[in-house]
């Protein structure tokens, strides 16, 4: 697939690439592209595996620019990334794709973007502000989502809702990497070692490093939330646990005199008074009982119950 960048990207064929007359834009497999890298007269020999691609970075060369992308899936950020690698000079920019990515983000691109000044900068903005152009609408939802988490914190069965927590601090990190990645490649394009891009044009360049390092932000502040979130539900587990060693050391202290009653008229002694006086068992049940409640009256005094 072959694209011109004029006042839009114009889909194109390779013969039309070769006349020079506009900058272009060309998406191939891999296969592809090692049957015909030297149609782009790129001055490199750029040997890949799509399967080896683990980050996103930009590399200068003497007369050329390469790097590769591996994108997170916004449906499923810690599953497998969108790998593929890119290729560019001053005549325009070659991607290698299996996955069919790169030509959905170009035909989004052809279809609502137009330049009032077309140019390669321009186009690498649109690209990769295409790849995150719905993050903060995903980071904003992780906010929310977090928020109703929060609200739901004091009730005790919050298991549930640790996991989930768990599950967007392990996204939030992922995507920090990312943005990580991509604002170290903003930078690169923006130095411009090879003067491949206009200087007024770089730009472009920093206006998508500012958006990235704003994301970034934003999802590191998120991620100390869930990291505040996750402490809050182990205080409640604290917090639970007291109240439950509270209540057992009550009930404890409270018969600790009726086993010293139950221990001391359990023994056999012959002249124990008690044991012949007509009101001494009706007596030991109304100690018990006034004992119980002397207790209870104490410990709801003293706010501990």
């Known amino acids: 697939m072959y694209y011109l960048i004029k006042s839009s990207l114009t889909e194109c064929d390779e013969s039309d690439i070769r006349k020079g007359e506009y900058q272009y834009v060309a998406v191939l497999t891999l296969q592809q592209w090692q049957e015909s890298q030297s149609v782009f007269d790129m001055g490199i020999e750029l040997d890949i595996s799509l399967n080896d691609i683990h980050n996103t970075k930009a590399e200068v060369n003497y007369d050329s620019l390469t790097g590769t992308f591996s994108v997170p ?9 969108y790998q ?7 005549k325009g920019i070659v991607f290698i794709d299996s996955t069919g990515v790169v ?4 035909k989004k691109i052809a279809r609502t973007k137009k330049w009032r000044v077309p140019c ?4 690498i903005y649109d690209f990769l502000e295409t790849i995150i152009h719905r993050d903060l609408t995903l980071l904003e939802g992780y906010e929310k989502e977090l928020d109703s988490i929060e609200d739901d914190m004091m009730d005790m069965s919050t298991e549930t809702g640790l996991t989930r927590v768990n599950e967007i601090r392990s996204d939030l990190r992922e995507l920090r990497i990312h943005y990580e990645q991509l604002i170290d490649m903003g930078q690169e394009l923006t130095e411009n070692e090879n003067n491949f891009f206009k200087a007024e044009n770089t730009r472009y360049f920093r206006l998508f490093t ?3 390092t704003r994301l970034y932000d934003t999802a590191s502040s998120l991620r100390d939330y869930t990291m505040q ?4 539900y182990h205080t409640q587990i604290d917090v639970k646990q007291n ?3 509270t209540l057992l050391t009550v009930v404890t202290t409270i018969f600790m005199p009726l086993t010293l009653i139950v221990g001391w008229y359990g023994m056999n002694f012959r002249y124990m008074p008690e044991l012949q006086t007509k009101w001494g068992y009706p007596g030991v049940i109304v100690l018990s009982l006034a004992i119980i409640i002397g207790g209870l009256w104490f410990f709801k005094k003293k706010k501990w119950l």
């Open 103 to 106: 030509k959905r983000i170009l």
């Open 73 to 81: 899936s916004r449906r499923d950020i810690c599953g497998k990334d």
């Open 84 to 90: 593929y690698a890119f290729a560019l000079d001053e």
């Open 120 to 123: 390669m900068e321009r186009f």
């Open 229 to 232: 979130l996750r402490d809050m």
């Open 243 to 245: 109240r439950i060693m």
């Open 210 to 212: 500012d958006r990235v």
